[in-house]
């Protein structure tokens, strides 16, 4: 069945440093997918999204990449910040119009 | 920017009672959604909506209602609480585009629902 998740539940990394925050996927008919920052206490918000059509799209300080091969997509986040603190979701298009596919979520953690 | 607003952030009812979840989004957007999140389970789809009057069973339906009488607004309904829908209600919006293309859901703050 359809389903998305994620290799780390946590990850703690260094201030000034790159993160790196990987996902899986097992629907190879997805084709579009999307990446959500969840503050504390706050809902999801959007960081950046791409297509099956790319297999790189660049934001802000964040980067998504998309290996269609492996079913693998992952978000780097450049010279992370403490408030990069958060728990980061992936999520796929499912094969029901308008839904997506949400990953349990990995929480990061950024020391000064 | 894209704004949706849910009726409260903190909820506390009682179990047996009637709850009603409100949420509007000023984009006109024709896709509405309800999850909820738990810790260790992600966000679960409760039910969806791609216009008025429309309404699709989600993941996790057992329990509760929806209704959209207006494209902005899509309200979740707990017909009688129990304990274990203590829980945080996400909405989300999103636009329908043409030819079966996806874009983003936009979130709002959320519900923290309490069932005593």
């Known amino acids: 069945g359809e389903s998305v998740g994620l290799h780390l539940p946590t990850l703690s990394v260094q201030e000034g440093d790159n993160s790196i925050i990987n996902c899986a996927y097992s629907n190879s008919a997805s084709d579009y997918f999307i990446w959500y920052k969840q503050e504390s206490g706050k809902g999801p918000q959007f960081i950046i999204d791409?297509?099956?059509?790319?297999d790189k799209r660049q934001g802000q300080r964040v980067t998504v990449l998309l290996n269609k091969t492996v079913k693998h997509l992952s978000l780097q986040i450049a010279a992370t910040q403490p408030g990069d603190s958060a728990v980061y979701f992936c999520a796929e298009n499912s094969a029901q119009g308008g839904k997506l596919i949400f990953g349990q979520g990995t929480e990061l953690s950024v020391k000064p | 920017d894209v704004k949706v607003t849910q009726s409260s952030r903190y909820l506390v009812k009682r179990t047996g009672e009637k709850v009603f979840l409100e949420c509007v989004q000023d984009m006109d957007h024709e896709n509405m959604f309800w999850y909820r999140q738990d810790p260790g389970l992600g966000l679960r789809l409760i039910y969806f909506?791609?216009?008025?009057?429309?309404?699709e069973k989600g993941d996790i339906p057992e329990g509760y209602s929806v209704s959209r009488e207006k494209k902005e607004r899509f309200s979740l309904i707990l017909e009688s609480a129990s304990t274990n829908q203590t829980s945080m209600y996400l909405c989300?919006?999103?636009?329908?585009?043409?030819?079966?293309?996806?874009?983003?859901?936009?979130f709002g703050p959320g519900t923290r629902l309490t069932v005593l």
């Open positions: 989300a919006s999103s636009l329908r585009l043409a030819g079966g293309v996806y874009n983003e859901q936009f």
């Open positions: 791409i297509r099956s059509n790319m």
């Open positions: 909506s791609y216009d008025v009057k429309m309404k």
